[in-house]
């Protein structure tokens, strides 16, 4: 495994959309073990692939009740809304307030190419389209809330 650089905003490669994973190969499997320790490494919650410079729909999780690897993840159900503080490993230091879904589905592949099902809601949802949106060539700066609350009544959520 390696640690891999986590690009920034001003990559242009995080604007661009994802190419779907076919090969569920060796190369699939150090990818996702780099990215794995890469995002561990930076502190993240959740590092997709275009954050480390590759144009895959990849991306690793953990919220604190393990690690998730989605190959190819797409949401197929979203419920309600939550408003909370945001940030990306791609734009540190920087959080804002942001709109998601309070509650999503999520099929997606594993890294041998068997799919599944997760659900998530509050901090699992807001990571899960957070990180779904890096695949789609969205940066979370651009869910901004057109509302946020004043500093002192914001919940910390980062």
Same mark, same amino acid.
């Not at 994802?18 to 919650?45: S, V």
């Given at each position: ?29 150090? @990818?996702?073990?780099?990215?794995? &320790?890469?995002? $561990?490494?930076?502190? #993240?919650? #959740? @590092? ?17 009740? #393990? @690690? ?11 419920? #309600? ?5 945001? %940030?990306?490993?791609?734009?540190? %230091?920087? $959080? $804002? ?15 041998? %190419?068997?799919?599944?099902? $997760? &659900? ?18 969205? @940066? ?12 002192? &009544? ?5």
């Amino acid at each position: 495994m390696a640690l891999r650089k986590i690009v920034t905003k001003e990559d242009p490669i995080l604007k661009k959309k994802c190419r779907t994973i076919e090969k569920f190969d060796e190369k699939l499997h150090m @990818l996702l073990d780099d990215m794995a &320790e890469t995002m $561990y490494a930076a502190d #993240g919650l #959740g @590092l997709a692939a275009p954050q480390v410079g590759m144009l895959k729909r990849v991306v690793v999780m953990d919220v604190g009740d #393990g @690690l998730l690897e989605l190959v190819n993840p797409e949401i197929i159900e979203k419920e #309600g809304e939550q408003c909370a503080e945001e %940030g990306c490993l791609s734009i540190p %230091g920087e $959080y $804002y307030e942001t709109i998601r879904p309070q509650k999503v589905k999520v099929k997606a592949q594993d890294r041998f %190419g068997e799919w599944h099902e $997760y &659900e998530g809601e509050d901090l699992k949802a807001r990571c899960f389209c957070h990180e779904l949106d890096h695949l789609d060539g969205i @940066l979370f700066i651009e869910r901004l809330n057109p509302n946020p609350k004043p500093a002192e &009544e914001q919940d910390d959520v980062k």
